[in-house]
């Protein structure tokens, strides 16, 4: 059964650091999307892309996120200078189109 | 923001028996609605939909009632097995016109099910 996959599982990271996390979406998807999850809190929604553009973002989506679709299959999301509330868990998802997205297993930021 | 609202953090179900998980909403301009299991470590698993010009959507043990007049919205397990067991998610969103849903999501209900 297709799936997204993100890399990597797992990031620490020192505040003011740059990351990037990875997601490999499904691969006849057209559109996708970027989420977060903050320990005990709800997920909540970052930006979604579809034909090379941002199609919406959330306002927690500010200047130091960006995302990128470098080729056929990565899809990218990158935090210029890290702090400490943006540890969270991070999900991909995608979808063909419709309201159902598919997820994927998240990958865990840890700012210190 | 509590758009989308699962008062209820967890309940726990004989194995067998109805699960029976609630949600409500606030915002009239949601037009789909979603049910999504999440088992630790793991990301969030599609289970079913409703569109909001539909009351009732039914995929096997799984079967979703909306009710648009209260703004409610409930997922029935029926029978409920141990597998079920799970942190479940209701979601909704509002088309914006580009393809893409941006879907609100509740807190989540932590469903047990005892053997």
């Known amino acids: 059964e297709p799936e997204v996959t993100q890399t990597p599982s797992h990031q620490v990271t020192q505040m003011g650091q740059e990351v990037i996390l990875r997601c490999v979406p499904i691969?006849?998807?057209?559109?996708f999307y970027w989420y977060r999850q903050i320990l005990g809190q709800k997920v909540e929604f970052l930006v979604s892309?579809?034909?090379?553009?941002?199609?919406?973002k959330s306002e927690i989506f500010d200047d130091q996120f960006s995302v990128e679709r470098p080729d056929g299959s990565n899809f990218t999301l990158k935090i210029r200078s890290t702090k400490l509330e943006d540890s969270a868990m991070y999900f991909c998802?995608?979808?063909?189109?419709?309201?159902?997205?598919?997820f994927g297993q998240g990958t865990r930021l840890t700012v210190v | 923001d509590q758009q989308v609202k699962q008062n209820s953090p967890s309940l726990s179900v004989q194995e067998g028996r109805i699960s029976i998980l609630n949600c409500d909403y606030t915002n009239s301009m949601f037009d789909y609605f979603l049910w999504y299991k999440k088992y630790p470590a793991e990301g969030p698993t599609f289970l079913i939909s409703i569109s909001s010009i539909k009351d009732k959507n039914e995929d096997g043990r799984f079967t979703v009632f909306l009710n648009k007049s209260a703004k409610h919205l409930s997922l029935h397990i029926v029978p409920s097995q141990p597998g079920d067991s799970a942190v479940y998610f209701c979601a909704a969103s509002a088309y914006s016109g580009a393809g893409s849903y941006q879907l609100t999501f509740g807190k989540g209900t932590k469903l047990s099910v005892i053997p």
């Open positions: 998802a995608s979808s063909g189109g419709g309201p159902a997205a598919f």
């Open positions: 691969s006849n998807h057209l559109y």
């Open positions: 892309f579809y034909n090379n553009e941002i199609s919406e």
